[in-house]
């Protein structure tokens, strides 16, 4: 009570923080009259008038009002647009490396400029992140109107570019891309073997459109480049025939967890029908050598009881493809992990792509937290302030509306039938269009949206306008069109769709649709003036009717996008209405305790067709949802939790290889590691403290024979009187150090410094990519350690730390046997490659390289190649002399010796 009294007075915390911004925005309006009265060039010429200040020590914040001022007349000039002073609040709270929610249609894209712009001039870059290609796209050339005018560059990231045209993207001042393809390029980035291939530049700030989409609903699902690994295509098959027969009784599902068990019935009836199957080895189900048929079986019940085509997933062009739940977009590319796409492939019959093992990883958590100053924006952040504050640091501000808010938010109706509920929704739709209100409806699956799509035409002879996933090329337009007098609009979630509802309709969108192609500028400017009239008229109508009409078809398990559906209507203080419809039925009632309240409705004498319509509805549904929230933000950071100790782990070795790359030469680096392992051979087999006779000088021999390919007296050594172990090590790393002089001397020191590296490199990745696949595995069964009263994260923990100690020890013997073992002749320059066709350009993920196979015009060792007989060779072919002596006389027939010919390094 006391708290709400202060609040009363003092403002809340919120209040005090705009009432703080606005000094500055007035700071900023009384500079306006000044820029107002310069000449284009003179604007201009400001950037390098800031940049000149920066250069002499003032900071960002110092040169902040100037530049904020430069930008809000150069959008007048270029875009026609000036920002109002809530969007200059907005452009004050990202600079300053905050979250800014501010209402759909309140000109987030805009606010975005100022910081920018600001943070640009420092000359390291400023990325733009939004959710899908199309708004990056969008927004940059929107946007860079802005820019280009002020004498910045900006690129943008979409999927179909090449290395060279990302390069050149990410050196301008400003680049715009998606949340996906800036992660990737930091992957790939850390899987390239030379600085000069990689795109990025050092990260310097980060402004994330649609924040709440990207940075908690998105971030559940990490980023992986894989790799292809067996294909087990027939397993899957084969298992995917038995699912269908297992009955309700053989696995237990649990909807609120999203999983699927089978029973210890379920276990027996699984185990018999695949010994009938001939896939099961001896033994039961859970026997370890039985683990690949137990994967194979859990992911097809998962596929089969869990994940519903048209919900899920879609298949389309005979490919199975994600649905985004929080979106409803089509995810292309993107592939379910552990099996689990591969059993989707199975149940709907299309082609099985083989399973991919993980080459590197990230989660967007991490990535964004390597942003030295990160910002986002949205309209729907405050619900999740909480957790934005703990795992990124950011604090959300609620910036106020332009002009007040007219829209009318109804109450929930509840029905007792799914059946019921869609019936009143119809007969709202229909309502709404004979008084040509246009009507926006938001479903929570392309099933449902195509359901009440069909109701509507057969019931009251109305064709609505779809948007969903399968829909997906005309969302701009669909969405920009939705506000015109007497449309119906359904769609699969408003998450991120990035364009406004404009009563009336869209301009732009118009003319883009309308304009014939070549149009001169009389016949375009005559086009401008009749749309310009026809969309005020259909404004007018459209208000006349009340404004956008929201309808909610169900609720949400978060509170989120429901807010974002809502927020489509009643911009820029338009009038509009929205109301939420929901059944017992639903998923989120159904799930979370509708039993009770059946049984409520049952007393009351609730009659089919009524519906309960009440605030405390509207208040238990909310704390449900908080419920789902909290519980999700529980699974959220408990995963971060296990992905930071990889991320430890992660940011050493590309620290590491970022190093080795930029070195000159790793001929120190790779000595130093031979002399690690041959130290650490010796004192296994000669401890420091144990007697001569006690020494194991044969196995040391050995070992040594195989790790460095030397035969050294170690036993004679060892019988010398007197001598410590400390003497044969030095003997031992001199003899090492002796045969790698010899092949620098061989092969000449420049053309072993470039094995070295490379070597270095490609054994680095692989080794660490192996190590993934661990700690992967590490993970899924790291849970069981709680029967026994440990933690599974510290017991994660520690492991794979004891984990990465053995794969760097790996590594270091790795590298000196390969080199110490290693033979090398240069390969006849392969013919020039034909010229690349033209069209589209394919992007592939990259595959690791390992082993000896990518060392550039290195040949392989000279054991791993086929001998040849001396008849089968052409001496105008060398491809086909395989392996020569180096002491034989070349093929070629010039009567030299093979090395002192084509041997010749």
């Known amino acids: 009570m006391f708290g709400a009294i202060a609040r009363?007075?003092?403002?809340?915390?919120?209040?005090r923080v705009v009432k703080g911004l606005m000094k500055t925005v007035e700071a900023i309006n009384a500079k306006e009259p000044e820029v107002e009265g310069l000449s284009d060039a003179d604007l201009v010429a400001r950037t390098d008038w800031l940049k000149g200040r920066l250069a002499k020590g003032e900071t960002l914040d110092d040169i902040l009002v100037d530049a904020f001022t430069t930008v809000r007349e150069a959008a007048k000039r270029a875009l026609g647009q000036r920002h109002y002073d809530v969007q200059l609040m907005g452009g004050l709270v990202l600079h300053?490396?905050?979250?800014?929610?501010?209402?759909?249609?309140?000109?987030?894209?805009?606010?975005?400029?100022l910081p920018v712009y600001l943070n640009a001039l420092s000359g390291k870059g400023v990325h733009v992140v939004t959710v899908n290609d199309y708004l990056a796209s969008r927004d940059a050339e929107w946007m860079a109107q802005v820019y280009r005018f002020l004498g910045l560059t900006v690129g943008v990231i979409v999927h179909d570019l090449d290395d060279a045209e990302r390069r050149k993207a990410y050196a301008c001042d400003v680049t715009y891309g998606t949340n996906n393809e800036l992660g990737f390029d930091y992957l790939r980035d850390n899987m390239k073997y030379r600085l000069e291939d990689m795109v990025q530049r050092p990260f310097n700030f980060a402004?994330?459109?649609?924040?709440?989409?990207i940075l908690i609903d998105e971030a559940r699902t990490p980023l992986i480049i894989s790799g292809p690994a067996e294909d087990g295509s027939a397993m899957y098959r084969a298992v995917d025939m038995l699912i269908p027969k297992l009955v309700e009784s053989d696995y237990e599902k649990d909807e609120k967890a999203r999983s699927v068990t089978f029973t210890e019935e379920g276990s027996e009836h699984v185990e018999e029908l695949l010994r009938e199957a001939g896939l099961l080895e001896e033994g039961n189900l859970y026997d370890s050598r039985n683990v690949t048929a137990l994967h194979h079986a859990t992911q097809g019940l998962r596929a089969h009881k869990l994940f519903d085509r048209d919900v899920h997933y879609m298949v389309r062009a005979g490919k199975v493809v994600i649905i985004d739940e929080f979106t409803g977009r089509a995810m292309d590319g993107r592939r379910f992990s552990e099996g689990l796409h591969q059993a989707l492939e199975a149940k709907e019959g299309v082609e099985i792509k083989p399973e991919n093992q993980t080459l590197a990883s990230i989660t967007f958590q991490n990535f964004f937290r390597m942003y030295p100053k990160l910002a986002g924006m949205t309209g729907t952040a405050l619900t999740e302030a909480g957790e934005f504050a703990e795992i990124y640091g950011l604090e959300v501000v609620d910036i106020p509306t332009n002009r007040n808010l007219a829209r009318k938010d109804y109450d929930d109706e509840v029905y007792r039938s799914a059946k019921e509920k869609y019936d009143a929704i119809v007969e709202l739709i229909a309502e709404c269009q004979a008084r040509k209100q246009p009507v926006l409806v938001g479903t929570t699956s392309i099933e449902k949206s195509e359901y009440l799509a069909e109701l509507l035409r057969k019931a009251k002879k109305i064709e609505p306008q779809v948007l969903n996933a399968r829909y997906h090329e005309q969302e701009a337009f669909i969405v920009s069109q939705a506000g015109v007098p007497g449309a119906v609009t359904i769609a699969t979630n408003m998450a991120g769709r990035g364009t406004d509802i404009q009563l009336g309709g869209n301009l732009d969108m118009r003319l883009l649709h309308e304009l014939p192609e070549g149009a001169s500028e009389e016949e375009r400017a005559a086009k401008i003036e009749d749309l310009t009239k026809d969309i005020a008229a259909k404004k007018a109508?459209?208000?006349?009717a009340g404004g956008l009409y929201v309808i909610g078809t169900e609720r949400h398990e978060s509170r989120r996008i429901d807010n974002q559906l809502r927020g489509r209507s009643g911009r820029q203080g338009d009038p509009g209405a929205s109301k939420f419809f929901l059944s017992l039925e639903d998923d989120l009632m159904r799930i979370f305790g509708s039993d009770r309240m059946e049984g409520m409705l049952r007393k009351l004498g609730l009659e089919e067709g009524e519906a309960i319509v009440h605030p405390w509805i509207n208040k238990a549904l909310e704390k449900a949802q908080q419920k789902v929230e909290a519980r999700n933000f529980d699974i959220r950071k408990n995963l971060l939790k296990f992905d930071d100790v990889m991320n430890d782990q992660r940011k050493v070795v590309y620290e590491q290889r970022r190093e080795l790359m930029d070195a000159k030469d790793v001929q120190e680096t790779v000595a130093d590691?031979?002399?690690?392992?041959v130290e650490n051979k010796v004192t296994a087999h000669m401890p420091p403290k144990a007697m001569p006779e006690e020494w194991d000088a044969k196995g040391l021999h050995d070992e040594l024979g195989r790790l460095l390919g030397l035969d050294l007296p170690i036993v004679d050594w060892a019988e010398e009187e007197g001598i410590a172990n400390e003497e044969i090590l030095e003997r031992v790393i001199?003899?090492?150090?002796?045969?790698m002089a010899a092949?620098?001397?061989?092969?000449?020191?420049?053309v072993l410094r470039m094995v070295e590296k490379s070597l270095l490199l490609q054994?680095?990745?692989s080794m660490w990519k192996e190590h993934l696949l661990h700690l992967e595995q590490l993970r899924q069964s790291i849970g069981l350690r709680s029967y026994a009263q440990r933690d599974p994260l510290n017991e994660y923990k520690s492991e794979s730390f004891e984990m990465f100690q053995t794969m760097l020890s790996d590594l270091r013997e790795r590298v000196t046997g390969v080199l110490c073992n290693i033979q090398l002749r240069m390969e006849e320059p392969p013919p020039p490659p034909p010229p690349e066709p033209q069209g589209q350009l394919v992007h592939e993920e990259p595959e690791a390289q390992v082993g000896g196979g990518g060392v550039p015009g290195v040949a392989a060792p000279m054991s791993a190649r086929a001998n040849t007989s001396p008849e089968d060779r052409d001496p105008n072919r060398p491809e086909t002399w395989g392996k020569v002596s180096r002491n034989e006389a070349c093929p070629c027939g010039s009567g030299k010796k093979y090395k002192h010919c084509h041997g010749l390094i």
Do not use: C
């Open 541 to 544: 109508q459209a208000l006349e």
């Open 96 to 113: 300053q490396g905050r979250i800014s929610e501010m209402r759909t249609g309140e000109g987030k894209t805009l606010v975005a400029t």
């Open 763 to 765: 054994i680095l990745d």
């Open 743 to 750: 092949k620098a001397a061989e092969y000449g020191p420049e």
């Open 207 to 213: 402004i994330v459109d649609e924040v709440d989409s």
């Open 734 to 739: 001199k003899a090492s150090d002796e045969k």
């Open 673 to 677: 590691m031979r002399h690690e392992i």
């Open 8 to 15: 009363r007075i003092f403002g809340t915390a919120n209040d």
